[in-house]
């Protein structure tokens, strides 16, 4: 079975404090997403990883991808309001007909 | 602004009915993607269309069906709608079959009472 699995699924932070959400996917895949979504809002792409030891930064936000661990993080570094809200990760099989799923998602609150 | 558009933004209908929802894909996207937002299930894929023929298809029901036409706009054509059904539709667009980016709409906001 395909799965994707994020944890945790609510984190409540401090601002200044640094912290990880995880994504753990069941079988080989080929590509690994990162989505923000703002409440009532559509979802915004913030990474893709292709490779295994791929690392992408933008801002406070960086994310890896270990292939043999199956495992993707993203981290937070020194957590400021305006990164309050739901992070989704997702992931494309290639070889089980393109199927993309998506982890359940991280509602993050970055408290003032 | 993504460049996708949706139509329409809200649907409120009943059970049994059909209804239809539009999407747009950014100019010189070749792929859409259809997706359904519920609080029971999460996000779930449901199809792919790359430059008018069918891609890719995940969890979607066979009351559901979906084209892309020749301007690439894309249609999802829902019928005999259940409660269940409730949920935001998500279209995306890529420029390739394989997304290496994909691009959300606003997403339409369908109500089956």
């Known amino acids: 079975e395909l799965k994707v699995e994020q944890n945790p699924l609510f984190l409540s932070m401090q601002e200044g404090k640094n912290y990880t959400i995880y994504c753990n996917y069941s079988?080989?895949?080929?590509?690994l997403y990162w989505y923000r979504q703002d409440p009532g809002k559509s979802l915004e792409s913030l990474f893709v990883?292709?490779?295994?030891?791929a690392v992408k930064q933008e801002g406070r936000l960086m994310a890896s991808l270990d292939t043999k661990a199956r495992l993707s993080t993203l981290h937070i570094t020194a957590a400021v309001h305006d990164l309050s809200a739901t992070y989704f990760c997702?992931?494309?099989?290639?070889?089980?007909?393109?199927?993309?799923?998506f982890g359940k998602g991280t509602r993050l609150h970055i408290l003032p | 602004d993504s460049g996708v558009t949706q139509t329409p933004k809200h649907l409120i209908t009943a059970t049994g009915q059909r209804v239809t929802l539009r999407c747009s894909p950014r100019s010189g996207d070749l792929s859409v993607y259809w997706y359904q937002q519920s609080l029971d299930q999460g996000l779930q894929f449901l199809i792919q269309?790359?430059?008018?023929?069918?891609?890719a298809k995940g969890n979607i029901l066979e009351r559901f069906s979906a084209q892309q036409f020749p301007d690439l706009h894309s249609e999802l054509n829902l019928s005999s709608l259940e409660l269940g059904d409730s949920a935001l539709y998500f279209c995306?667009?890529?420029?390739?079959?394989?997304?290496?980016?994909?691009?959300f709409g606003p997403g339409t906001r369908l109500t089956v009472t």
């Open positions: 079988t080989t895949s080929d590509r």
């Open positions: 269309y790359y430059n008018g023929e069918e891609r």
């Open positions: 995306a667009s890529s420029p390739q079959g394989v997304p290496y980016e994909q691009y």
């Open positions: 990883l292709l490779s295994n030891g």
């Open positions: 997702a992931a494309i099989f290639m070889n089980r007909d393109d199927k993309i799923i």
